[in-house]
């Protein structure tokens, strides 16, 4: 969402000081928030209140919207929030966002992320998950013979409630005054914005300690202050023909215990225009890559400098326990458009081998292969 960067200091400047003079410190954060709220998603708000104008007169209109008829708990929950939005913060009452809210806003993250959609989410009402990393044992033997073999497998069990994702966010005056169904339409809309980048970041460079293990750490190798180590940054990767990809490929199906079909090329925005678009199409556009069920996507929240490649839904995560309450402290002017939503997460890939990283700088620009036939003279013409 584009912000009008003079507006957006000038409503920093008056929600600081809203912060530092009010009484009710639970109200002047709700009041400044809605100072910096109005300027930050000033066309996201106008876009809702047309949408809503338009609704209430045109009934074909209404339903091209696809607003969610909503169950009790979520109008318990949205009431609350725009009706006292001090009352829900504070956690007095209404506090904890129904988890039905948390897996409609996660499945449209999956949708329109670039990563994400290759992310397995656990549901939120969900504090354990298991993930296994499948071996490849197998046995023969006769049809009375009691079992030999058994298919192995190394199982994790992630325990959801380690981690505190946070988020941001309070209903506008604009849209408390709204229907409930466009008061869910807004939140979700913010939600998903803030929960986007928090998972990708925790996806991709979570250190594991209060953190998602992001693919770009060591699941079970961990640094002296609790973080867990880099993988190595492989520089063998310099193109995408086939002998380059070779060491990938063994990597990623663990000397060939496993078969892979479909692979995902993440890099930085920047990262894809100088090295990765150059290495892996032609003049015209074609994907020169000798492994063809490869998808390259970019990724603000990817480092600079590094890329990984991945196999899709090799990687868990969850998110349980939505709730909002109360900033403790008077904020600083780069944070004053605080509303803390903090909620139980975690995640981590099946095992290291579902990611090889590697310096995306190593690769080459591809050159056409030229070939010269040489014609000889046909003799007695």
Wanted: with cysteine; hydrophobic share 35%; glycine share 6%.
């Amino acid at each position: 969402m584009k912000v009008n960067e003079t507006k957006m200091k000038q409503a920093q400047e008056e929600a600081l000081k809203i912060l530092q003079e009010g009484e009710d410190k639970s109200q002047a954060i709700i009041d400044a928030m809605e100072k910096i709220n109005e300027v930050q998603y000033a066309d996201l708000i106008a876009e809702i209140e047309e949408q809503s104008a338009k609704a209430e007169s045109d009934t074909a209109y209404a339903k091209s919207l696809g607003l969610r008829t909503l169950s009790k708990e979520e109008k318990t929950f949205y009431e609350a929030l725009k009706n006292d939005p001090k009352q829900a913060i504070t956690g007095n009452q209404i506090d904890i966002m129904p988890n039905t809210i948390i897996d409609i806003t996660l499945e449209d993250i999956k949708k329109e992320s670039g990563i994400l959609s290759y992310i397995n989410f656990a549901p939120a009402n969900v504090k354990k998950w298991i993930t296994a990393s499948k071996t490849g044992a197998y046995s023969w033997g006769a049809l009375t013979e009691k079992i030999k073999g058994e298919l192995t497998a190394s199982f994790a069990v992630l325990n959801m409630e380690v981690s505190k994702l946070t988020v941001y966010m309070i209903i506008p005056k604009a849209i408390r005054d709204l229907a409930l169904p466009f008061v869910d339409k807004y939140c979700r809309e913010i939600l998903k914005e803030q929960l986007n980048d928090g998972l990708e970041y925790g996806a991709l460079q979570g250190t594991g300690k209060n953190e998602p293990v992001g693919m770009y750490k060591q699941i079970a190798s961990n640094n002296e202050d609790g973080t867990h180590k880099d993988k190595t940054v492989n520089t063998d990767l310099t193109s995408f023909k086939p002998k380059a990809l070779a060491g990938m490929k063994k990597y990623l199906t663990k000397n060939g215990m496993r078969t892979i079909d479909k692979l995902v090329l993440v890099c930085h925005p920047n990262d894809e225009a100088d090295y990765v678009a150059p290495a892996i199409y032609d003049d015209e556009g074609r994907l020169v890559a000798s492994y063809k069920n490869l998808e390259v996507r970019t990724c603000a929240n990817n480092p600079q400098g590094k890329a990984l490649i991945f196999i899709p839904n090799k990687y868990t995560m969850g998110l349980t326990g939505l709730g909002f309450k109360e900033y403790d402290q008077t904020m600083a002017l780069d944070d004053a458009d605080v509303i803390i939503g903090k909620g139980y997460a975690n995640g981590r890939a099946s095992d290291d081998n579902i990611a090889y990283v590697f310096d995306v700088t190593k690769l080459e620009e591809y050159v056409p292969t030229v070939r010269v036939v040489k014609e000889e003279a046909v003799q007695g013409a």
